[in-house]
Each structure stands twice: as C-alpha cells, then as structure tokens.
C-alpha cells in the first residue's frame, strides 16, 4: 500500500509540473474613438474629385500600430530553456463587431514555432516581416502614433498594413545589445520557384541611450505577394485599420495603388534613436522602389514603364511629462522621382499626440495629422493628400483628429 501511494502521487506530482510548464494566455487590444477629417473625397468625376467634412466611429491603433484585436499565446516548455510557441491573432471591428484582414479568422497573425534564448527564435505562419519588426520600433507609426503616424497611403509599410503568407522566419538572441533576423515566404508556384516570393532582413543595435536599426524587404508579384490579390493594397489596408475607410478601389491609395504593375517592390530602411529621460529623439529614413513597371500582368491603364522611387524622411521625439502623460511628434517629407515624365511628387506632414493613462491597461488620448501633398499622383491626377488609414482628400491638404480610449488586457 506504501509503495502504491508514492507511485500515486510521483504521477500527480509529475502531471502537475507538466501542467505547470505550459500556458496559454488570451490577450487583446480594444481601441475605439471619435474622428474627423476635411476634405474627404465623396466622389472623383472627370471634373475632379469632391469633398466633405467626415465624421466616424471608428477603430484605431495607437501607442503602435496594433489595432483592435484578441489572441492567444501558447507556450510550452521543452527542456533546457527551449519553449514551443504558436500566435494565433484576430482583428474585428469594435464598431460593428465584424471581422477584418478580409474576414479571416486569424488574419492579423497565426504561426507556430521554436525559441530558446542560447538559439534565438524560428516561427513559420502568416507574421510580419524581418524589415517591420527591427524599423518600426524607431518610427512614430510604431511607438505612440499608430496608423495616423504611417507615411502617406503607408508607401513604406511601416504601418504594418501588409503581414507575410507562408512565411518562415528567424531571429537570434540578443548579444551584447546586437539582434539580426530575416524572413523567407515561399511563393507557391509550381515551377516557378520565385513567383510570389518574399525575403527580408533586419538587424538592431540597443546601447544605454542609443539604438540603431536597419532592415530590407524584397517583395517579387508584389500585387499579388505583399499587397494582396486585389488592385491597390487588396483587403489589407482599409480593413486592417478599422472602419473609417471605404471600399477598395485604386482611388483609395493614390499615392501608390497606379504602381501595382511593378514586377518588384524593395523597401530598404534605417533609423536612429536617442533616449535621454525623459525624452527620446529618433529619425528613419526609408526608400521604396517599385521596379519593372509594366512588366506584370497586374492593372497598368497609365503605361507606366521603368522604376517609381519614393524617398522617406522622419524625424519624431516624444517625452514622458509626469509618469501618466506623454506626449509625441513627428514631421515627415516624401518625394518621388518623376515617372514617364510626371514630374514626380511632394509630401509633408506633421503628427502630434497626446496620452495619459487611467492605468497600466487603459489610456485615454488625442491624435491630430496634417498633410500637404503637391505634384501628380499614382493615377495621373493633381497629387492629393492621403493620410493612412482615411479616405483621401479632394485637394492637396488634408487634417485629421481622433479622440479615443485603448484597453490593453
């Protein structure tokens, strides 16, 4: 009887470590908030687009680009600190409680994987890319501003409004403030192994008050691969970021969507920042080429042939006023090459935000964008201003506020 006790309770014992050595925890972002722009394009007639003041109930994404979302992260100890690890991620509309990413149910992220602080981390799935995850951090779009603060229509995807399909990704540990990563998507294609494909790279230095980042994304198909299967910025864009947008055309990306006949799109990106309590001072600057114009099957009614380059300038700074109240800024500028002899385009903008936190899981706060655009467009037209995440604007200015609530659990 002895023995068959303590055989008894060594099983329970052990049922219970293994127990204990697993988790799942459910966790989300819930972000909603009242918001205006002028100037919202209402219709684009021959004569020219017409506009209006909008007002909405709308999702966001602040304090980073996350978005109203839920998911669970599962983990599971292996033995001499390797851990199993798998996301699955969903983004809905608080607004109506629809779906978003298309309607997917797991459409923000969805991988499965191995992490181990001697190895690093390798994850297959539907992820963001190597190039996001190392610059992102250094934009505002990716500490306080959320979509608002992403460069015009997000041309250098930093607003996160692309995530990767079959994608197998790895990044390293941390050594002595240094981390690298890169990203393989495969295409798909019988036959053709680089249809469809995407690679990325990032690597990150982290010191006492410097951190410096670089990354690189090489997107081939990129209609198709990075953008969606649908012209312009497919489902991703509008639906990502809630439901302040409207229906997917090319209309509703002016900056870009004419570009989507590129046979590849290659972002390269760097930024710096500083940190001297309490306030942090960063800059990133990114390039975005669309290459070989034309060259794909992809919707291409203006002709255009060659390369479309945009070039993109940052400079954000953010303090922390008491340890509830922060407040941030940024200025861009965006220019593009002249393409078929367009004469090419122009873009300022300006964010500023303001947060204070009720607690460690809910802040109330206040965004406001403006945006200046001159030049011709994507499309052929007089260049009008496009701030990620609103329908675009009639003329060449456009302003947008939000006032709004993110609860964190």
């Known amino acids: 009887m002895k023995y068959r006790y303590l055989a008894l309770s060594t099983l329970a014992l052990a049922c219970s470590s293994a127990y204990a050595q697993s988790s799942v925890t459910l966790y989300g972002v819930l972000d909603l908030g009242f918001t205006y722009a002028n100037n919202t394009q209402t219709a684009r007639p021959a004569s020219g687009p017409v506009g209006s003041s909008q007002f909405a109930l709308s999702d966001g994404g602040t304090n980073g680009p996350a978005g109203t979302r839920w998911g669970m992260l599962v983990k599971e100890d292996l033995g001499g600190g390797l851990q199993a690890i798998a996301t699955l991620e969903n983004g809905f509309s608080m607004s109506n409680g629809a779906a978003l990413q298309g309607g997917a149910m797991f459409g923000r992220q969805v991988f499965v994987g191995l992490t181990s602080p001697k190895w690093g981390t390798v994850t297959a799935g539907r992820q963001y890319d190597s190039y996001t995850d190392f610059v992102q951090p250094m934009a505002a779009v990716g500490q306080w501003a959320g979509y608002m603060g992403a460069m015009p229509d997000d041309v250098d995807s930093l607003g996160n409004t692309s995530r990767i399909n079959n994608a ?18 495969f295409g798909g294609i019988a036959g053709q192994f680089t249809q469809n494909q995407v690679w990325a790279l990032g690597a990150s230095y982290t010191g006492s008050t410097v951190t410096v980042a670089a990354g690189y994304i090489n997107a081939r198909d990129p209609n ?6 649908v012209p312009g910025k497919g489902d991703e864009t509008v639906n990502n970021l809630g439901s302040f947008g409207s229906a997917v055309s090319p209309q509703a990306y002016p900056v870009d ?4 006949s590129a046979s590849t799109v290659q972002i390269l990106g760097g930024g710096v920042q500083l940190a001297f309590h309490p306030v942090t001072v960063g800059a990133v600057v990114t390039n975005t080429r669309f290459e070989g114009l034309g060259t794909t099957s992809a919707p291409n009614p203006m002709q255009y042939t060659g390369t479309a380059s945009f070039v993109n300038f940052e400079l954000n700074l ?51 964008v403006a945006q200046k655009a001159t030049g011709r467009d994507s499309l052929g037209q007089p260049a009008v201003a496009s701030i990620s995440g609103f329908n675009p604007s009639a003329t060449g200015r456009q302003v947008a506020v939000r006032l709004g609530v993110d609860h964190r659990f």
């Open 168 to 185: 197998v990704k790895f990044r390293t540990p941390s050594f002595d403030g240094f981390q690298a990563g890169g990203m393989y998507s």
């Open 224 to 229: 198709v691969s990075l953008y969606g299967n």
């Open 257 to 260: 969507s004419g570009y989507v």
């Open 318 to 368: 953010k303090t922390q006023v008491t340890p509830e109240w922060m407040i941030g800024t940024a200025v861009h500028y965006t220019t593009r090459n002249s393409v078929n002899g367009d004469g090419g385009a122009k873009y300022m903008q300006a964010d500023l935000g303001t947060f204070y936190s009720l607690s460690k899981r809910t802040t109330l706060y206040a965004l406001a």
